[in-house]
């Protein structure tokens, strides 16, 4: 079945420096949409980025990733971490045959002044 | 986009009893899925409840356990049986609009605690 990898389980920045969150999949399907959810303490999960399309660059609220087929990989990354960023990151896959979401671990992300 | 709410929003009960989670839709949708969430893990996916039909449940999950009922496009709930300290957790319905569109919107979450 399909997978999905956050090989990070926690990761603690300061703040102003730049954010990577790794993100792998493997999946037998040759059309996968990529996802990343950001989960806020408190709150419900909510989409922050999706992706289809190979080596398309995607970007949203000062968040990007890019889907690269090659390499399974749609890692998210931000130029300068703020305070407000800390949270829970989760990277979630959809292959073309199903609709179901499969999860990755999560990264949680904590930036420090 | 899709508003799902979901009540109660937390409840501690005693091992073996049984409790209810039910998840309301602010519009038509075709499936809702039930997530469970241990501490600071992974959201894993329960099961699938289209309108109509069984529930389809994934690995480790059992309509025995955790039976969920879907009777119209806007309502699911979700039971634990037999609630025990392993059941501790959040539990997020969640679902996609009408349109069939990628995006999932999940609701707010119930934190279960068994004691």
């Known amino acids: 079945g399909d997978s999905v990898t956050q090989k990070e389980g926690l990761v603690t920045l300061t703040e102003g420096l730049p954010v990577m969150l790794n993100c792998t999949y493997q999946?037998?399907?040759?059309?996968?949409?990529l996802f990343w959810y950001v989960h806020y303490l408190n709150e419900s999960p909510r989409l922050l980025l999706k992706?289809?399309?190979?080596?398309k660059r995607t970007e949203h609220q000062g968040f990007h990733a890019t889907l690269h087929k090659s390499s399974s990989s749609f890692h998210l990354q931000k130029s300068s971490a703020q305070l407000s960023d800390s949270a829970l990151y989760y990277c979630?896959?959809?292959?073309?045959?199903?609709?179901?979401?499969?999860f990755g671990g999560g990264t949680r992300l904590t930036v420090r002044p | 986009s899709v508003l799902l709410y979901q009540k109660p929003n937390r409840d501690i009960c005693q091992s073996g009893t049984s409790l209810k989670i039910q998840c309301v839709a602010d519009?038509?949708?075709?499936?809702m899925f039930w997530y469970q969430q241990f501490q600071e893990q992974s959201l894993m996916l329960m099961a699938t409840?289209?309108?109509?039909?069984?529930?389809?449940?994934e690995s480790g999950f059992t309509k025995d356990k955790f039976p969920i009922s879907r009777p119209n496009l806007t309502f699911s709930t979700l039971t634990v049986n037999n609630a025990r300290p392993g059941d501790s957790s959040i539990y997020f319905c969640?679902?996609?609009?009408?349109?069939?569109?990628?995006?999932?919107?999940f609701g707010p979450g119930t934190r279960l605690t068994v004691l």
């Open positions: 519009s038509q949708v075709v499936s």
């Open positions: 992706s289809s399309t190979d080596n």
């Open positions: 969640s679902s996609r609009d009408r349109l069939g569109g990628y995006e999932q919107y």
């Open positions: 979630a896959l959809r292959n073309n045959a199903g609709a179901k979401l499969t």
């Open positions: 409840a289209n309108e109509g039909s069984e529930a389809t449940y």
């Open positions: 999946t037998i399907y040759s059309n996968a949409f």
